[in-house]
């Protein structure tokens, strides 16, 4: 999610970190290779739309425990001193976890296995080209962009030169797991619409 600040200066990680206010989520700010983004808060469909997301890879890690999920506020860098973001939910290998929530903090984490954006649209440009650039370029193996106003998702790898579209399902399965995961896309935007015309979920 987000926008790019109108001032042109270039911002470190570390700058970005000041700019941030303790047990406050939003404005979210994150910099791709020095380029400030601030991000407004997201809408109740967006937080709906990664609640669903992460608690189903939540449920399916808790039976093929090769990563750990999460969702931001995040400090996702790779080490790097242009870089920080804050990918909607995440996954990153059970060992950068055990460090991550440890005493190393979010310097442990140095891979994800898997990085989905929820586009809305301040967000939209951000997420389908610089955050999308940055992770092809991290070599994160799948990235997801969920896009529920259309009713589909953008899926990316790291060679891809344009996207995979899906409108029903979400695929991805791993490296160690035994099962692939599989996301009802369709299902879930269902829901949200029934949800947005008053009936139930």
Known sequence: MGMAHPEPRFHTAEMVRALLVE???WPR???VHGELIVTPGPGHAHQWVTLEVAGELRTYLAREPVGVVLTSPADVSWGRQDVLV???VFVMPTAHARGALGEEGWTAVRHLLLAVEIVSPSSARVDRF???RLYQSQGVPTYWVIDAQRGEAEVWTPDAELPRVERERLAWHPEG?????AFD???CLARLGRLR???AG
């Open 23 to 25: 047990d406050r989520a």
């Open 29 to 31: 700010y994150e910099t």
């Open 86 to 88: 804050q990918p909607d």
């Open 130 to 132: 610089r955050k999308r």
């Open 177 to 181: 797991a035994g099962e692939p995961f």
């Open 185 to 187: 896309l369709a299902g």
């Open 197 to 199: 015309a008053g009936g």
